[in-house]
């Protein structure tokens, strides 16, 4: 399947059921295979529950594509933050000594 264009509505009704699109995947599914969403026209989002249990289980960094980790990259370096090491601890390091604060 070719990419679909933004105006196509990636659900259906089929025998009284909806089914879906996926975004990720692009298989047809049941709209029970979709988590609930009040703001989608069928109250579902347009992920499927498998796609978006892979999507939620990588790594942040590796859910962007590879401009965007690059870019994101410099921008830390640019930051003074050493990307080989947790950036996280790094933050929380950076406002204990700036401003006195300790999140946990």
């Known amino acids: ?3 679909r264009s933004k105006n196509m509505k990636r659900f259906y009704l ?4 909806y089914y879906i699109i996926c975004r990720v995947c692009e298989e047809h599914k049941h709209c029970d295979e979709y988590h609930a969403n009040k703001l989608s026209p069928i109250g579902k989002i347009y ?3 498998e796609c978006s249990k892979d999507y939620n289980q ?3 960094l590796n859910k962007a594509n590879k401009y965007d980790q690059e870019f994101t990259k410099q921008i ?3 930051l003074g933050y050493n990307i080989d090491e947790d950036i996280h601890q790094q933050f929380l390091s950076r406002l204990e000594t700036k401003y006195g604060v300790i999140l946990k």
């Open 58 to 60: 990588s790594p942040s």
């Open 76 to 78: 830390l370096t640019r």
């Open 47 to 49: 992920v499927c529950k």
């Open 14 to 17: 089929k025998d009284g059921e």
């Open 1 to 3: 399947m070719g990419r």
